[in-house]
Each structure stands twice: as structure tokens, then as C-alpha cells.
């Protein structure tokens, strides 16, 4: 069974994506039988990101964090989206079957224009998810893991892939979404969900001190330091509970319960649990990142010269039914 996922280079990976994305894909790549294609979304992120430098070292970040945390490229096929230019001949391919009304509809889209100036609404969001299809089909995919607000896009996917097929036959395969209604939202610093757009992000592979001081910024109440606290209501706590063992967790809610103990040292076991846990996928990081950024841009294309022999293969079936081959 083909699997695929893609996540964005507009910043380095947090703890939200390691936890939501990175991991569980990862796991997911091992199991017998699965045939997993991970890519980096850098065409996606020039929606909103436009500085070349910032977006090769987000890119470069992001592959290193997939690195880090054990992805095997022998195995799995992982490359960057924008090395791959099949990616965007197929998108144009698939825009002249999608509808007006279907993008006018998308959700996303309306989500993120209504926060935004007229002068920054771009085509390339309103075209967004037609790239995401092009992504998905070029490689035969299967199955595609997805959250809950990437519903529609998958659905946006699956329809024009089967207007596509309606005229020229079974030309290409039709993705099933998994999702996984069970994922847990990964709280911020403010207690809002992680996310880069929020600045409310906790980034793993940062410097000890400075990973210390983010640590330190996450929201907590006003209860006094002796009397009892509710874990079940606190971001540390939740947080610690995401990476801590069992026994780790009940032992910090029986401090929360007692009373006596405060939030300052709550963050301080969260900061040191973090170090200690990631301590091989934070020296992994930096070897790649900093140590040696050529082993990091061998395996990219490595991962895009597989990618490119299976997206090619695709494309030809395409081209040939249009009659351009």
C-alpha cells in the first residue's frame, strides 16, 4: 500500500509537527507492506513565504528533523516538491478539469483570505488545493494521512482525479484519506494550538538555554505556590504528558494535587525532559544541519531521483491520453 504525506517549509519543525506529523508518518513507514513517499512542500510555502535564503533553510530543517527522528530513506522515498517538476506540469493539467465553484468553496481558502489584506490574497492560494491533488495522484498514492481540516482538500482530490478518469479512463489511482479523529491537538505556549502562524511553537532542536527561555513563556494561572493545582487545565502539565512515561505523568500530577509545588519548576522538568528525551534526534539535527549539510542534501537527492522515476511514469500516462506525447 502506497502512503503519502507532505509538510510545509514555511519554518523549522515544532513539537506540534513532530508529535502530529513527523512521528506517527514515521511509525506508519515501518509497518509491513506500507510503501511510504514523504516530500517537503517548498512550492506550497512560496503562498506566504518569499525570501529564497529563509525557505532553503526551513527546507534544510525540515529534512533534517525527518532525519533525525530515524526516517529510512533506503526504504521510503523522500525528496523536496519543488526538485520534481512534474509536480506543477500536473497541476496545470488537473486546474483545466476542476470547476470554478469547487476552489470558490474551499474552506482554507476562506479561512485564510478573510484574516488577510486584498492585496495579499494571491492565486496561488485559490489554487492550492489542485496543487495538493497533483501531489498526491502523481505518485499513485493510496492512502493519505490527513487531519481533520485537510478533509476537504482530500475530497477536492478525489473528484477532480475522477473527472479526470471519467473521460480518459482509469489513468489515475484514487487516494483514500486517513484521519485519525482520535489526534490530539498539541497545545502552545498560550495554551492555543502550536503553530508557527500563532508564534506560540515549542522548537526542540534549539540551543539549551534558549529552548529553557521558550519553555519558560508558557501561560500558566495565578494559583498561589502551596495550594493545589489542576493538571488537567495547565499547558505544562499537558505538554510533559505528551513525551513523559506513565509513571513520569502520575508523579507530576500528584505534585500538582499536593499543593506546594509551582508551575516554574513544572516548565523546568518539562525543559529537562525535553533534552533528555530528544537528546540523539537533537544531535542528529545539528550533525546535519551544521556538521555535515552535505549528507543532508545527498539523501534529498537520492530521495528525488526515485521520486522523479515514479512522478515520470505518471506524467506519461497523462500526456499521452492528452495528446501530448
Excluded at 24 to 31: F, G, R
Excluded at 99 to 109: K, R, V, W
Excluded at 189 to 198: I, N, P, R, V
Aim: glycine share 6%.
Amino acid at each position: 500500500m502506497r502512503i503519502l504525506t507532505g509538510i510545509q517549509s514555511s519554518g523549522r519543525p515544532h513539537l506540534g509537527n513532530i508529535l502530529g506529523a513527523i512521528k506517527p508518518a514515521i511509525d506508519l513507514s515501518v509497518q509491513p507492506g506500507n510503501d511510504s513517499f514523504f516530500f517537503i512542500a517548498d512550492l506550497h510555502s512560496l503562498t506566504s513565504l518569499r525570501d529564497g535564503e529563509t525557505r532553503r533553510e526551513f527546507t534544510r530543517a525540515v529534512a533534517a528533523a525527518w532525519l533525525a527522528f530515524g526516517l529510512d530513506t533506503e526504504r521510503n522515498t523522500f525528496w523536496r516538491q519543488s526538485r520534481v517538476a512534474e509536480h506543477t506540469e500536473l497541476a496545470w493539467y488537473l486546474e483545466c478539469f476542476t470547476p470554478m465553484p469547487m476552489l470558490q468553496n474551499a474552506t482554507a481558502f476562506k479561512e485564510k483570505t478573510e484574516k488577510m489584506a486584498v492585496s495579499s490574497v494571491n492565486s496561488g492560494l485559490f489554487v492550492y488545493p489542485i496543487l495538493q491533488a497533483a501531489d498526491i495522484v502523481l505518485y499513485d498514492a493510496n492512502i493519505v494521512p490527513v487531519g481533520k481540516d485537510q478533509r476537504q482538500n482530500l475530497e477536492i482530490t478525489r473528484d477532480v482525479a475522477s473527472a479526470f478518469n471519467r473521460q480518459y479512463g482509469e489513468i489515475l489511482v484514487i487516494p483514500e484519506a486517513r484521519i485519525d479523529e482520535r489526534v490530539m491537538t498539541i497545545p502552545g505556549l498560550d495554551g492555543q494550538k502550536m503553530s508557527k502562524s500563532y508564534n506560540n511553537y515549542i522548537d526542540i532542536f534549539l540551543p539549551e538555554n534558549e529552548l529553557y527561555k521558550v519553555v519558560k513563556k508558557i501561560k500558566s494561572d495565578s494559583t498561589p505556590l502551596e495550594e493545589p493545582k489542576n493538571p488537567d487545565t495547565d499547558s505544562t502539565f499537558q505538554l510533559y504528558s505528551l513525551v513523559a512515561t506513565d509513571a513520569q505523568v502520575q508523579d507530576l500530577r500528584s505534585r500538582y494535587e499536593a499543593g506546594g509545588y509551582g508551575y516554574g519548576s513544572a516548565k523546568k522538568e518539562l525543559y529537562e525532559l525535553l533534552v533528555e528525551k530528544y537528546a540523539t534526534e537533537r544531535e542528529r539535527f545539528t550533525y546535519f544541519m551544521t556538521e555535515n549539510p552535505d549528507a543532508l542534501e545527498a539523501e534529498l537527492r537520492a530521495g528525488e531521483e526515485k521520486a522523479r522515476a515514479v512522478a515520470r511514469q505518471t506524467i506519461d500516462r497523462v500526456r499521452q491520453v492528452l495528446g501530448f506525447n
